[in-house]
């Protein structure tokens, strides 16, 4: 007995891994199809390079800048060197008594240069600026809750799967059930119609066989259709042709374990809170930051010269800092504090609130789940009992002491415990994946 008792242990425990290796592979498939992922990852790659744009705000900036004029006319500056130069070289030609020293003409110059070219390489750079520092944070946290929506999407995406699944399974048993119901009617309508050729029972028997065969065959066809909704379903979750034949394996009674510890505490839905939390935090340290001086670094290395000429002349650099300090902004920093303490305030309740809904969602599915597993233990033992009364029905309508309306009840009895039977079992399952849920406790590999 402990041998077979094994065998069996083992090979329960062997459908029941390979119906979770099914549901874990189709898991993995939504996962990686779902179009709603697919433009979560998208907004998340789109974070990551505005958090790559904030980083290069620290580095310099360097650019080629050149430029030519050319110019004629309008203002001057007038120098008068001839007037100035002249009686001085006049009284030195007398001294010497020579022509050494020549007679100058007044100069004018034209103030906007002419024929004349600048070109350099410029360089900025940011040696002190508070705003770059809270916007590269900023969108660092963008990006972890962006991050969060995804896990957020996947969780619920998960349980649907799951539940699609489950009523897949159900559906499928529902349609077993149906075509057993079918066989055993028609039995009764061929032993009917025997008796009656007998003259054994009235005609009325039989045309009551008739319908419940019709009716059975109605229910049938329900059934069917159900199970193709079901599939199209689950199919659409997982972004594949809606009629893709879905793989189960043989159905079993394995129920899920209620003993299950509350976890709501690291529920995505709290840390997406305290993200937004540390990201109004960071806005207001921005705002307080255009309070703060900016201090900037700029160099040019280049060339300028007129004719286009090029030595070493031409050559020259330029560098400095720059500081800027705004003193007055008409309280303008101050009303965008404000708002953003109404907002913090505003976070807060939410997450003491969210909190509370949380912690009731765990206890309600958690219940559900209690309530669900006892309803199948009910219909599991009346099921036991239909079955045995159908039987003694049955034996006792065939020898003749039992009428048929006596059969019928008891058959339709049967009926109705095993699809009751079959809807608590896998309701005990839609349960548990909305208590995982609840709880986020299924784990991403």
Do not use: C
């Not at 080629?64 to 001057?76: E, M």
């Not at 594949?240 to 709501?264: C, F, H, K, M």
Request: charged share 25%.
């Amino acid at each position: 007995m402990k041998k077979i008792l094994i065998i069996l242990l083992i090979y329960g425990g062997g459908l029941l891994g390979n119906a979770q290796t099914k549901l874990d592979h189709y898991i993995q498939a939504g996962l990686e199809n779902n179009e709603v992922i697919r433009q979560h990852n998208f907004d998340i790659n789109k974070s990551m390079y505005a958090l790559s744009e904030a980083r290069s705000l620290f580095y310099p900036t360097v650019s080629l800048n050149a430029n030519y004029t050319k110019a004629d006319g309008g203002r001057t500056i007038d120098i008068p060197i001839g007037d100035l130069m002249n009686p001085v070289y006049s009284t030195l030609n007398q001294l010497t008594g020579s022509d050494a020293f020549p007679v100058l003409e007044n100069q004018s110059v034209l103030i906007n240069p002419d024929n004349f070219y600048d070109a350099k390489i410029h360089t900025t750079m940011p040696l002190l600026n508070f705003e770059i520092i809270y916007n590269k944070r900023i969108k660092a946290q963008q990006t972890t809750l962006q991050k969060i929506e995804l896990e957020i999407y996947q969780r619920e995406l998960v349980k649907d799967i799951k539940i699609a699944y489950y009523r897949y399974l159900q559906s499928l048993e529902g349609i077993k059930i149906y075509e057993d119901a079918l066989a055993l009617v028609r039995e009764n309508q061929r032993v009917n119609r025997s008796l009656f050729k007998n003259d054994m029972i009235n005609r009325t028997a039989v045309l009551r066989s008739d319908n419940e065969v019709i009716r059975i065959e109605a229910d049938l066809e329900t059934a069917k259709q159900t199970s193709n909704n079901a599939k199209v379903y689950f199919n659409f979750l997982l972004n594949q042709e809606l009629d893709t034949e879905i793989e189960v394996d043989q159905s079993d009674e394995n129920l899920p374990n209620a003993l299950v510890e509350e976890n709501t505490g690291n529920r995505e839905e709290l840390s997406q809170l305290d993200e937004l939390k540390d990201i109004t935090e960071n806005v207001a340290k921005l705002t307080q930051s255009h309070w703060y001086p900016s201090l900037n670094g700029f160099a040019d290395f280049g060339f300028q010269d007129f004719d286009f000429k090029v030595n070493k002349d031409s050559r020259y650099y330029f560098m400095g800092v720059a500081l800027q300090w705004n003193i007055f902004s008409g309280n303008r920093n101050k009303n965008r504090l404000k708002q953003v303490k109404e907002e913090q305030k505003k976070i807060n309740s939410q997450t003491d609130n969210v909190r509370q809904q949380l912690l009731q969602q765990f206890e309600v599915t958690h219940n559900n789940l209690i309530s669900a597993l006892e309803q199948f233990k009910s219909h599991k033992d009346r099921e036991t009992s239909a079955k045995k009364y159908q039987d003694d029905i049955t034996k006792l309508y065939k020898e003749g002491r039992a009428i048929y309306i006596e059969l019928l009840d008891a058959q339709n009895q049967w009926i109705n415990t095993r699809l009751n039977t079959n809807i608590a079992l896998y309701d005990s399952w839609i349960a548990f994946a909305e208590l995982e849920r609840a709880n986020a406790t299924f784990n991403f590999e």
